[in-house]
């Protein structure tokens, strides 16, 4: 299977119905077609510093952000590459570069214990973000199911569905089985439209005439929001009424 190292597009997201996702699979079928990735449970885990500070500077909808996660399309087996991959967004255009690197590699790498595995332009800009926030360590295993697609006519449009989003904080592996808090609701899937060009007119149409808006909405940030804050407010209250600090 062939993976695409860097990209620079738009992206857009959309929560749906499971009416509404009947409704665009419709208006799809003589446009889209499954693509190489076909249907996947998509492994990831997100690294940020102990207090947060990439998921809530995201959160601010700044100009610019970033995010660092490692990512496999299957449940991980002995050596398997997996992909580090960097995500950015400057200014409504997302910009992701990744490596593929053997996964207990990466462990080491990101986890500060082993040099960066190979020499590369990706590989030095991943070491640089490492080295930047220092203590960045895994902090969300985050999986869902995808449903990914093409464009018939061969321009770049793809257009992703995911269901089943489920986060948690324990077992970050990507050796191991799925499972955690689900995200978003069970009849509810997550439209993702990823172009470098304006949509096509039958896209817009089905946007149009269905009343489907465009989300600001995050996987990782949602997690963040309902699960992680509350328990890191919780600790942090719990522990001054002790006396003690939480964070130096």
């Known amino acids: 299977m062939r993976y695409t190292d860097v990209f620079k597009r738009y992206e857009f997201k959309y929560l749906l119905t499971g009416e509404e996702k009947e409704l665009l699979l419709d208006a799809m079928k003589d446009h889209m077609q499954i693509d190489e990735y076909g249907r996947t449970i998509i ?7 102990p207090d947060m500070r990439l998921i809530r500077t995201s959160l601010d ?16 087996t ?9 995500k950015k967004k400057y200014d409504g255009i997302v910009y992701k570069r990744r490596i593929a690197v053997p996964e207990h590699q990466t462990t080491d790498w990101l986890s500060g214990e082993a040099d960066k595995p190979f020499d590369s332009q990706i590989a030095n800009e991943i070491e640089y973000m490492r080295s930047y926030y220092r203590d960045l360590r895994p902090a969300c295993f985050l999986s869902y199911e995808r449903e ?34 689900a995200v978003i609701g ?16 039958w896209l817009i149409r089905f946007l149009t005439d269905n009343k489907i808006s465009k989300t600001s ?15 890191m407010t919780g600790k942090i209250k719990a522990t001054e009424e002790k006396g003690g600090l939480l964070y130096a």
């Not at 909405?217 to 328990?231: D, N």
């Open 43 to 49: 492994r990831n885990i997100y690294y940020d510093t």
């Open 61 to 76: 909808r700044p100009v610019y952000k970033e995010k660092l996660r490692v990512r496999s399309y299957s449940k991980v």
């Open 78 to 86: 002995g050596s398997d590459p997996v992909f580090i991959e960097i």
């Open 148 to 181: 990914a697609y093409k464009d018939l006519s061969g321009g770049d449009l793809r257009i992703t569905t995911d269901h089943n989003i489920l986060a948690r904080t324990d077992r970050m592996s990507l050796k191991r089985e799925v499972g955690g808090t």
């Open 186 to 201: 069970k009849d509810l899937t997550l439209l993702e439209i990823k172009t470098a060009d304006a949509y096509p007119m």
């Open 217 to 231: 909405f995050s996987k990782y940030g949602e997690f963040y929001k309902t699960v992680i804050f509350p328990e």
